[in-house]
């Protein structure tokens, strides 16, 4: 039962935290970071305006994209957690590495800057460990 507890737990996190990225980077680029003059929503959807997008990005954006993400992977790694049963990190450390593989995937593939690349790897990892230490049992 702890194995289909933990997978049902990196699932459930992982998923969640997902949806939650989706999210609050759709309000983050609708409301506070609006794509750069010329350029609307739906530009979002095209893999080169997106390159383009992301060479005109102010460095502030890209900070306001890396809260999102450690928000983000600490609700998904708590999630994780509670669900796994909050003994052991390496459920939520393996939620985090999901979500830092699928950050990773869409940085290269749209050119981010090298530097931001490396901190979402970093924080949503590092991240969804303290969503772990958020919600552990104590022995």
């Known amino acids: 039962m702890g194995k289909f507890k933990n997978i049902i737990g990196i699932v459930a996190g992982t998923m969640s935290a997902a949806i939650l990225i989706y999210l609050l980077e759709y309000i983050n680029m609708k409301f506070i970071f609006p794509p750069p003059t010329g350029y609307s929503m739906l530009d979002m959807h095209d893999p080169k305006k997106v390159v383009e997008i992301f060479s005109k990005m102010p460095v502030s954006a890209f900070v306001s994209v890396l809260i999102i993400y450690a928000v983000t992977s600490l609700a ?28 990773l995937g869409d940085n290269i593939m749209f050119n981010a800057p090298t530097w931001y690349t490396v901190s979402a790897v970093i924080v949503s990892i590092a ?10 049992k104590k022995p």
């Open 76 to 103: 998904g790694g708590a999630i994780t957690s509670i669900i796994s049963g909050k003994l052991k990190p390496w459920p939520a450390v393996i939620t985090g590495t999901l979500l830092a593989a699928l950050g």
């Open 127 to 136: 991240f969804a460990y303290l969503g772990f230490f958020a919600t552990r």
